[in-house]
């Protein structure tokens, strides 16, 4: 069974601090993902990476990094966290079909930035 | 633009009573399509998926998907829904070369 896992599941933030959220796969997927859900948004994808120590921007990067220091891990990195990066952010892996193939989700992180 | 849209934000059946969710893409060639449903809190799980051939795509618990290159549509379909099925779906939509583009879900509640 595919296992994906974040940490922390919720968060409380302030302003202008940094957030750090870690996602740890076990499927010996090459690609991971990180999504951010809002009402009425669906899942948007923020950064995605297919190979170690490599990532890639999505279609919302502006105030987020990244970054897969090995296969298995994949954390996104708020620097100065603000109020609309309230949201559940979700992270994904998939397997040698990349982009195309299924995507395998972990249970999200709940962050509310005050 | 490549994108998938899902008209209904909310759709409410009876249980027992066959269910239809809808789900329209815009891209110009043939794309790679999924339905993933959503439990509360917790993370998307797929449902099925279409890459090619039979347009009928059977996926799990019963569900299944017809594409419709004609409409641009992909609805998800279900003979019969049980409570256990009120959740949130999502289509999606690979455009080729590139990565999943979500709609934004379709709320399912099933009633007694």
């Known amino acids: 069974e595919a296992a994906v896992t974040q940490s922390p599941r919720s968060k409380v933030a302030v302003t202008g601090g940094k957030v750090t959220l870690s996602c740890h796969q076990t499927n010996n997927h090459d690609y991971m993902y990180w999504y951010r859900q809002d009402t009425g948004h669906g899942l948007r994808l923020i950064h995605y990476?297919?190979?170690?120590?490599?990532?890639e921007k999505g279609d919302i990067p502006d105030g987020y990094k990244a970054s897969r220091p090995s296969q298995e891990n994949f954390s996104l990195i708020l620097e100065l966290a603000s109020l609309s990066q309230t949201a559940v952010y979700f992270c994904?892996?998939?397997?040698?079909?990349?982009?195309?193939?299924?995507?395998?989700f972990g249970p999200g992180t709940r962050l509310l930035v005050l | 633009a490549q994108s998938v849209t899902q008209p209904d934000a909310r759709v409410t059946v009876s249980e027992g009573a066959s269910l239809q969710l809808r789900c329209k893409y815009s891209y110009s060639a043939t794309p790679y399509l999924f339905w993933y449903v959503q439990y509360p809190r917790q993370g998307l799980q797929l449902l099925l998926k279409?890459?090619?051939?039979?347009?009928v795509v059977q996926g799990v618990n019963s569900f299944e998907a017809e594409f419709s290159k004609s409409n641009s549509s992909f609805h998800l379909q279900k003979a019969s829904v049980h409570w256990s099925d009120s959740a949130v779906y999502f289509c999606?939509?690979?455009?080729?070369?590139?990565?999943?583009?979500f709609g934004t879900g379709t709320k399912l509640q099933v009633v007694p």
């Open positions: 994904a892996s998939s397997g040698l079909g990349g982009n195309q193939d299924t995507q395998y």
């Open positions: 990476s297919y190979v170690a120590d490599s990532t």
């Open positions: 999606a939509l690979i455009p080729s070369g590139t990565y999943q583009r």
């Open positions: 279409y890459y090619s051939g039979d347009p």
